[in-house]
């Protein structure tokens, strides 16, 4: 089993819609919460990081942690045809490592 | 700033032959990071250093090497390819002041293929 789970999707929105997109993990040691978004065929970059659990706001992004279920989300709201990319969830517990999940490709349609 | 750069962008190998994927940052970041991305696994760490000298192994080391001469640069090694390392390879780099690394800006990637 994978340290951390995300489901792959393809998932695909109109234009205005809510996305919602979620990780699940195995390592109750993980304390550091972070989503990348990836377009394609470039380099991931950050879009937020949380801490332990807890809410985190960010514009149109909202960052869910929830440690005692072991699951995080992302909620994009007012989706654009920009917003279309993979999005992935990544952990890290304190450490010089962190661990990915595979990462969910969303499309927003126009 | 130019942030993470990467050469080559493309590259296609033989079996058993060798090369290095080069990495710089212009950013005085202390942790610097090699990642492969294949579909469906998301990305993998192969390397990472905290500092000049510093090296250690991630998640999929084996048949990788590197070394960290200076802050600047973080290049892989590859000693003798195999199809199995046919992958997109990713630099990263962060700042440790918050504790970890958690803000890492990655490079645009290298697609390396080996037949």
């Known amino acids: 089993q994978k340290e951390v789970e995300q489901d792959p999707g393809p998932l695909s929105v109109p234009e205005g819609a809510i996305v919602s997109l979620n990780c699940t993990y195995s390592?109750?040691?993980?304390?550091?919460f972070m989503w990348y978004r990836q377009y394609s065929r470039k380099g991931p970059e950050l879009l937020m990081y949380?801490?332990?659990?807890g809410n985190k706001e960010d514009g149109r992004f909202t960052a869910q942690v929830d440690k005692s279920s072991k699951y995080i989300s992302l909620f994009i709201r007012d989706s654009q045809p920009s917003d279309s990319a993979t999005y992935l969830c990544a952990m890290n517990s304190n450490d010089y490592k962190l661990s990915f999940g595979a990462g969910t490709t969303v499309t927003v349609r126009a | 700033n130019a942030g993470v750069t990467q050469t080559p962008k493309f590259q296609v190998l033989k079996t058993g032959q060798s090369m290095t994927l080069q990495c710089a940052q212009d950013?005085?970041?202390?942790?610097m990071s090699w990642y492969r991305q294949d579909p469906g696994m998301g990305l993998r760490l192969i390397h990472y250093s905290v500092g000049a000298g510093i090296t250690d192994q991630g998640e999929v080391p084996n048949g990788y090497n590197v070394s960290r001469s200076t802050t600047e640069d973080f290049p892989l090694r590859l000693l003798s390819a195999a199809p199995s390392q046919t992958s997109v390879y990713f630099c990263?780099?962060?700042?440790?002041?918050?504790?970890?690394?958690?803000?890492?800006?990655f490079g645009p990637g290298t697609r390396l293929t080996v037949t």
């Open positions: 390592n109750s040691a993980f304390q550091y």
């Open positions: 950013m005085n970041h202390e942790y």
């Open positions: 949380t801490y332990s659990s």
């Open positions: 990263a780099s962060s700042s440790l002041r918050g504790g970890g690394p958690y803000e890492q800006y």
